[in-house]
């Protein structure tokens, strides 16, 4: 079979056209990962602003902008316990110009149907910070230790409110653990975040909140509020006075961790470029300054420790999730 000259040239021409053009878009897509960043950063909070997320991320962005030269700019995207924010960075461009500070509940929300997403669906950039929980209640609320706390939860079963982060947060979780441990049961009532959760227990909505101490410092040390316990393995920082549960003959040990990531399939360059920065802005005096004052304990894992980290807990909160029975 003979193929005619002119249609032979045409169907040339036509791949070579294909070709340059797949190499034009492959040179411009280089290129621009090698300009990264040309514009601003945004850094997705998927939490309202006043929690310890918040305040992590907003420390974390000022501490990038010597080493950036771009700023990094703070967007609180709440809703779903932290679903919305993150599945909003999970379908932006992965392009590095769109990241999220991720929390323990992206282990979490998967589990119990409250979330599509799992935490695959990220690129890990690095661990930042890692807080216990803790019970807080209004300064003058008649409870002094966590034995009265717990013995009048035990006495008005489903009575005594616990303000959480949302269903399925990880204060949620805590809560809902020190319930099993001490075969008391709860009002447990979510929030978006943290700061909101805290700011209802101030204006007497609710009798405690179940969040970390940083997100309780400022009115503690202010004597609105008093925290009874730490979820911890020792006494946490700051809060040297307050005994742990594990010191009150409950083996209970739950928090979170906050970290960096971006969308998966984001350019390999692209995020060296961002680990690199966040090893620099988070050794920046100023940043661990902030996470001091707000008692955030700092805590950095690299990419591989930090996928490790999440891989871990998920299986922790899966098997915890089944022995509470924790559903959606």
Known sequence: ????????????ATVSAAMALTVGLSGNAAAQVRDFPNRPVELVVPFQPGGGTDALARAFADATRKHMPQSMVI??????????????????????Y?????????????????????????????????DQAAITVRADAPWNTIEEFLEAARKDSGKVGVGNAGNGSIWHLAAAA??????????????????????????????????????????????KLKTLAVM?????????KVPTLK????????????SLAAPKNTPLEVVAYLK???????????????LEKQNLGFSYADEAAFKANMAKDSAYFKTLMGKLNIKN
Request: no cysteine; aromatic share 6%.
């Open 276 to 290: 690199n920065v966040t090893l620099k802005a988070s050794s920046e005096p100023a940043f661990r300054e902030v």
């Open 1 to 12: 079979m003979s193929i005619n000259p002119t249609r032979r040239l045409a169907t040339l």
């Open 178 to 223: 020190l319930e099993d441990k001490t075969q008391v049961k709860f009002n447990h009532i979510p929030f978006q975040g943290a700061g909101p959760a805290v700011l209802a227990l101030l204006g007497g909505h609710v009798d405690s909140v179940a969040v970390s101490p940083a997100e309780v410092t400022t009115y503690v040390q202010a004597g």
């Open 98 to 130: 769109r990241l999220a500070v991720v929390t323990v509940e992206v282990t979490t929300l998967p589990h119990m149907g409250l979330a599509k997403f799992t935490y695959d669906d990220f690129t890990p950039i690095a661990r930042l910070n890692a």
């Open 75 to 96: 967007v609180n995207k709440p809703g779903a316990s932290g679903a919305i924010g993150w599945q909003d960075v999970i379908n932006a461009k992965p392009d590095g």
């Open 232 to 240: 911890a393995d020792q006494r946490v920082k700051g809060f040297e």
């Open 247 to 258: 010191e009150r003959n409950i083996d209970l040990s739950i928090g979170t961790w906050r």
